[in-house]
């Protein structure tokens, strides 16, 4: 692992979990000695993008980040455009709306608004969504690059229930059935008890960069509920892509 591996993982790790981390605990989460957790922290520091309290010594993530950030939603304002669309869904339905983008490393939650129902779906911001697991993931297979699906459905295909699809046949038909509907849905695959539905969110050469996606407890979701869903979140990721990129060639409306 290179050095600006190890170093984006210690961010990650400061990322999940409490909001302060002692030393030991980083490494240990890490996997690296503490020497060289000590090291790549102090490099951070320098940077702005870790901050170490001077009474505790515990370590949190940095304003760096913030300002790393803005930078980057300055040159591409995906949140600004998006979540107006993603709080208007959330009000729309009454159920947890979620925004994920792609990078290299996954497709990304980049924001979330929960349910204000007792019985409700958590998503974590800045949790990887499996593709093969996910309604959001398989409606980004639908309508991302032949080459990025094929990489998918070559695996692995790890199991996070006993419903996970692990078969690549099996995922090739689901990822087929979403791109004729224009959404994707997901029956615990990731979590048991979770029914979701999702959309892609296209880029202006027809590809998607991101996906939105509605997640309920299964014991609420009957079939009408699904399709009603669908029509929405198909709307909300066509939406989306239009705040940002304007009417795509060709693109007609449900």
């Known amino acids: 692992m290179s050095t600006v591996a190890k170093a984006i993982s210690l961010l990650e790790v400061l990322g999940r979990g409490a909001p302060e981390a002692a030393l030991a605990d980083i490494a240990k989460a890490a996997g690296f000695d503490k020497a060289t957790t ?10 702005g993008l870790v901050e170490q309290d001077d009474t505790t010594r515990f370590y949190r993530l940095g304003a760096g980040l913030t300002r ?9 304002p995906f949140l600004r455009m998006a979540v107006p ?12 709306v979620h925004l994920s983008e792609y990078s290299r490393r ?12 007792a019985n409700r779906v958590s998503v974590p911001p800045g949790e ?10 398989i409606a980004f297979l639908a309508f991302t690059e032949e080459h990025i699906r094929r990489a998918i459905l070559a695996g692995p295909m ?31 695959g990731f979590e048991e008890g979770v029914m979701s539905v999702a959309a892609p969110i296209l880029g202006t050469d027809g590809y998607a960069i991101g996906a939105i996606a509605v997640a309920a407890p299964r014991v609420r979701m009957q079939k009408s509920d699904i399709e009603r869903l669908g029509v929405g979140v198909t709307a909300a990721g066509r939406e989306i892509g239009e705040r940002l990129f304007g009417r795509l060639p060709g693109e007609k409306r449900a």
């Open 68 to 76: 790393l950030a803005l930078m980057r939603e300055a040159q591409f």
């Open 106 to 117: 996954g497709l990304i939650t980049v924001h979330v608004i929960e349910s204000p129902k």
């Open 128 to 137: 990887v969504l499996p593709m093969h697991a996910t309604a959001s993931g």
């Open 158 to 188: 790890p199991a996070f229930t006993p419903f996970t699809i692990s078969d690549a046949g099996m995922l090739a038909e689901h990822v087929a059935a979403a791109r004729m509907r224009g959404h994707s849905t997901g029956s615990q």
């Open 85 to 96: 669309v993603v709080e208007a869904l959330a009000a729309e339905t009454g159920e947890t």
């Open 38 to 47: 000590r090291r790549l922290l102090v490099s951070l520091i320098a940077q």
